[in-house]
């Protein structure tokens, strides 16, 4: 009985100490999941602003630009890989730092130029201070980069060894032939030329990382594995041809320079397409050479001269007013109009119509123009409105100009002015807007939309493929297109052009010679200028040039200054008159293509693992890779002489690979 009594009591006691551990239990449980309920309805902001917000925030990680092509696949500008290096001395190991810091110091030393005694006493001082994110050195290229990680310390990486890498993209030109003023940028504040007219396809999706702040003013990437990738950008394929570009680069910098001229600016345009091939502009620089920094073609509106004399006689050919049996008599070459006087600069008599572009008569197109639309200048002007000359161009390019022409209802138009727009002046427009209008007439009338495009590609794959545009289905009668197509030829062999006349390749174009600023005192200042179209008879390329301020002294007018740019453009073009070829390169005096192309050597990729390219050309090689869905990095130009992943390593689709170049 006693022991029954003894054990009742354990058991009570037992049970009062278990519900007691209960009550207290569920009292600290609730407690709990009131503390929970709190800091999720109360303390969060304050706890977000206290800690997590001061300590930790989301960063952009930058897109690559999309490489930007010319026609051939030659890169113009691209996105390369800058490395940048950090070192956390907190988490080197002090026994990793004391055995290993006088090797590391050696290979800094040898890489970069400085004593090791400089760089062991700034990492003693940041290992004592344990600093997290020093930075050691920015901006290395893949190659730096391979070497550097490779050194002792820095080999264990980020979590033995302190190394710490942040990855940036750096925009750069990838060729000489065209300038930057064309090629142009895009900061995010300021667009210009081809990177600010193709941004949108350019420009990739931006990612994100976690960054922790180490100190004030430091930030480090954390956990990597966090970060939302970014989208590269798209390649652009423009229509530029180097080949055509180096030649129009040459001829006008060769013409520039002996004229002393202030600036000059060269386009061809593909007839049959309406793409532009070939977009120069240079002007004098303080130390006298030429440079590629404003683009006059599109951004300048100017009177063009006699340049426009086409367009004014076009219009009358189109109405019937003038066939080739018309005549029109100058007289003495000079002419009083509305109390305007008009000269020619040389000749006199009767002029057929096609002398009359042949000699580039001032009196004769005034005449003309005069006699047929003095009543009713809106049908002459009509004519401009439907060839767009009245329009701002809808093209790619940022900065282009609205042209600028009189009409009855500018307050400014007078008795005079038709005769003045005849000839090309009372008028402003863009060079590129005149290269269109002599680009229809060579396409048989049909006035296309200059383009800059070629093609989209994305990961290997075409995304947009340009096409031809029409702007004017019909600028005039196949009679007035032939009867002027049949001028222009002649103005180049018998008239102002005749200087570049050649009997390899039939050019058809017209000079001009337009003052401008005449109403400021001081000597004169010239602009001179040919436009046209070869071969005439089947036309291939449409050419316009302008040489603005030429030395006076030397020579101004469009047949001397202008016209022979246009002749070494048209005739290395077609290799019909070759300048600068090596002899051996000559079969019967014609060029050896074969000489002077290298095949362009076809690249796969077997197995799925990287070919050998050592030793070919990179602007035929790099193509290729981006084709097949590789991300292609490198720097220099010419043969392909380091690459990396080396011959036989396996590689994946969207990998990066990294080329370089002989310079």
């Given at each position: 009985m006693q022991k029954q009594n003894e054990y009742d009591n354990k058991r009570k006691k037992t049970l009062r100490w278990g519900y007691l551990f209960a009550v207290v239990a569920l009292c600290v449980f609730?407690?709990?999941?009131a503390r929970i309920v709190i800091l999720q309805n109360t303390n969060v902001q304050e706890i977000k602003d206290d800690y997590i917000n001061k300590n930790y925030r989301e960063a952009t990680l930058k897109a690559a630009r999309g490489n930007l092509f010319a026609s051939d696949g030659s890169i113009?500008?691209?996105?390369?890989?800058?490395?940048?290096?950090?070192?956390?001395?907190?988490?080197?190991?002090?026994?990793?730092?004391?055995?290993?810091?006088?090797?590391?110091?050696?290979?800094l030393s040898k890489m970069f130029g400085k004593s090791r005694g400089e760089f062991r006493q700034k990492f003693d001082e940041q290992k004592k201070k344990k600093n997290q994110y020093y930075t050691l050195v920015k901006g290395l290229d893949f190659d730096q980069y391979d070497r550097i990680r490779q050194f002792p310390i820095f080999k264990r990486g980020k979590n033995k060894g302190g190394f710490i890498v942040d990855r940036n993209y750096k925009r750069e030109l990838a060729t000489s032939e065209i300038g930057a003023g064309t090629i142009g940028i895009d900061n995010g504040e300021l667009r210009s030329g081809l990177e600010g007219a193709f941004s949108k396809y350019l420009t990739g999706t931006d990612g994100k990382r976690l960054e922790q702040r180490i100190n004030s003013s430091q930030w480090k990437p954390i956990d990597f594995w966090k970060v939302q990738e970014p989208i590269?950008?798209?390649?652009?394929?423009?229509?530029?041809?180097?080949?055509?570009?180096?030649?129009?680069?040459?001829?006008?910098?060769?013409?520039?320079?002996?004229y002393e001229a202030k600036h000059g600016t060269v386009i061809v345009m593909e007839v049959e397409t309406g793409k532009v091939r070939a977009l120069v502009n240079l002007r004098r620089t303080d130390s006298g050479d030429y440079e590629d920094s404003y683009n006059y073609a599109l951004k300048d509106n100017i009177e063009p001269g006699s340049t426009f004399k086409t367009?004014?006689?076009?219009?009358?050919?189109d109405d019937g007013f003038i066939d080739e049996n018309t005549t029109v008599n100058v007289g003495n070459g000079v002419w009083t109009y509305a109390k305007q006087r008009i000269s020619d600069g040389h000749g006199g008599g009767t002029y057929d119509i096609?002398?009359?572009?042949?000699?580039?008569?001032?009196?004769?197109?005034?005449?003309?123009?005069?006699?047929?639309?003095?009543?009713?200048?809106?049908?002459?002007?009509?004519?401009?409105?439907?060839?767009?000359?009245?329009?701002?161009?809808?093209i790619e390019l940022p900065g282009i100009t609205k042209?600028?022409?009189?009409?009855?209802?500018?307050?400014?138009?007078?008795?005079?002015?038709?005769?003045?727009?005849?000839?090309?002046?009372?008028?402003?427009?863009?060079?590129l807007q005149l290269t269109t209008f002599y680009n229809g007439v060579a396409n048989g009338g049909k006035m296309l939309k200059p383009i800059f495009i070629d093609k989209i590609m994305k990961d290997g794959k075409v995304m947009y493929s340009a096409k031809p545009e029409v702007m004017v289905n019909k600028m005039a009668s196949d009679k007035a297109i032939k009867m002027m197509t049949n001028a222009l030829t002649k103005a180049v062999e018998k008239g102002t052009g005749r200087s570049i006349f050649t009997p390899n390749l039939k050019m058809a174009g017209k000079t001009g010679t337009a003052r401008f600023e005449y109403w400021l005192p001081g000597p004169m200042k010239y602009r001179a200028s040919f436009a046209g179209f070869y071969p005439a008879d089947a036309p291939k390329y449409t050419c316009y040039v302008m040489v603005s301020e030429p030395n006076t002294a030397i020579g101004f007018y469009g047949g001397p200054v202008a016209a022979p740019v246009f002749k070494e453009i048209a005739g290395k073009t077609f290799l019909k008159t070759p300048q600068n070829i090596e002899k051996e390169m000559l079969v019967d005096k014609k060029v050896n293509l074969s000489k002077m192309v290298e095949p362009n050597v076809k690249v796969a990729v077997n197995d799925k693992q990287m070919p050998n390219v050592v030793g070919l050309i990179g602007k035929n090689v790099i193509?290729?890779?981006?084709?097949?869905?590789?991300?292609?990095?490198?720097?220099?130009?010419?043969?392909i002489k380091e690459q990396f992943p080396l011959e036989g390593?396996?590689?994946?689709?969207?990998?990066?690979?990294?080329?370089?170049?002989?310079?």
């Open positions: 609730v407690m709990f999941l113009l500008a691209t996105t390369v890989m800058r490395y940048d290096i950090y070192l956390d001395f907190k988490t080197m190991k002090d026994t990793i730092y004391s055995n290993n810091i006088g090797a590391l110091t050696d290979s590269d950008g798209e390649d652009v394929y423009t229509t530029l041809d180097l080949r055509i570009q180096d030649i129009a680069h040459s001829a006008l910098e060769k013409q520039l320079t002996h367009i004014s006689l076009l219009a009358a050919m096609s002398d009359v572009l042949a000699k580039s008569s001032n009196v004769g197109t005034a005449k003309l123009i005069t006699k047929y639309y003095a009543e009713k200048p809106q049908i002459f002007l009509d004519h401009l409105k439907r060839w767009k000359l009245f329009d701002k161009m809808d042209p600028k022409i009189l009409t009855p209802q500018n307050k400014r138009w007078n008795a005079a002015t038709l005769a003045s727009i005849s000839f090309g002046y009372s008028s402003n427009v863009n060079l193509p290729q890779l981006e084709n097949l869905g590789y991300r292609v990095d490198y720097k220099g130009v010419g043969r390593t396996a590689i994946s689709k969207n990998q990066r690979i990294y080329l370089s170049l002989q310079n």
